[in-house]
């Protein structure tokens, strides 16, 4: 049974960070692609960021390039989302999901989330 568990949301002002990460297990982590995204107040889900297998190649949505970085440990089944520069927009429920950009939607796993608030 997959289960991913996020944590590390929090309050932070603009122009702060935030380390988020997510615990996976019930599947082999190191064979699968993965992504976070995101839902802000009225708004659907977002995809924001993947990671291929073996940590190759890392996508980003625009609104978030050049701010934050995604990573994962095999070793210890965790993915992370370090956040600098953090905006009011991108205040949000941050999910981590199992696939990539073209086949999250697909797979339809993802964890229930961790809230993310940036306001001063």
């Known amino acids: 049974q997959v289960q991913l568990v996020e944590s590390g949301g929090g309050l932070v002002q603009p122009g702060g960070s935030l380390r988020l990460s997510c615990a996976a297990s019930g599947f082999t982590f190191s064979n699968v692609a993965l992504s976070w995204l995101r839902q802000s107040p009225g708004k659907g889900l977002e995809w924001i960021s993947e990671?291929?297998?073996?940590?190759?190649?890392?996508y980003y949505t625009a609104s978030v390039k050049g701010r934050f970085t995604i990573s994962r440990d095999d070793a210890k089944s965790m993915l992370y989302l370090q956040m600098s520069s953090l905006k009011p927009e991108d205040t949000a429920v941050y999910h981590c999901a199992l696939g990539s950009e073209a086949t999250w939607t697909l797979l339809g796993s993802w964890g229930q989330g961790t809230q993310v608030t940036v306001s001063s």
């Open positions: 990671i291929l297998t073996g940590s190759a190649s890392t």
